[in-house]
């Protein structure tokens, strides 16, 4: 599990084929937070968690098997691309975004950059099927970076990106057209399965005395 602050902004150095998989080199600058890296561990790569399988001096190495590379854009890095870094969360560290999976649920396009003075506001599109899993002031990860959602339109989302993240992130690598790691907030997708269950018929599975409705979360402040 992850927050989405970013720790270091890496650089890949190697993207070598295996069986239909990928084997990815990665550099990384914060010697301090990444010093004590071992093998077996997890690491965020642009949202994307991933296994630590070998690493030396300054770099490390992860497999990206067929089902990451069908659902995020690590297939697209090259040799020499800038890559957002964070490792697990530790039990006692500060939650300083919120909770991240790094389990992408879906790649998509940067549709405008919009500057704002001191900041920036950052357009996405995203598909229809995760509409249920987003909400106007709600959580949301893009290529690992926890950020709120600032506007909503149908199949369209804006996020306020400060001159910090964009300082200290790949955000300022994005154009209109870059593809980007979503991770909808866990916690909406559980209320979403819920709702969801709640709302079908003729399944054994379904309670039918959930106190997990409309009303109930306007009450609860959803």
Known sequence: MFTGIIKDVGRVRGVTQRQGGLRLRVQYNNTKEFSNLS???S???NGVCQTVVAL???WFEVDTIEETLSKTTL???HNGALVNLERALR????LGGHFVLGHVDCAAPVQEIKELGSSRELWIAFPDDFSSMIVSAGSITIDGISLTVAKLD???FAVAIIPFTFAHTTINELKPGSRVNL???ILGKYVARQLGRASSSGREDVRTDSRINESWLQ????
């Open 43 to 45: 690491v965020s790569i």
């Open 154 to 156: 149908a199949q369209l």
């Open 183 to 185: 991770e909808f907030d």
């Open 56 to 58: 030396g001096e300054g």
């Open 219 to 222: 009450e609860n402040g959803f």
């Open 91 to 94: 039990p006692l560290d500060r």
């Open 39 to 41: 093998v077996d561990e």
């Open 75 to 77: 297939g697209s890095l």
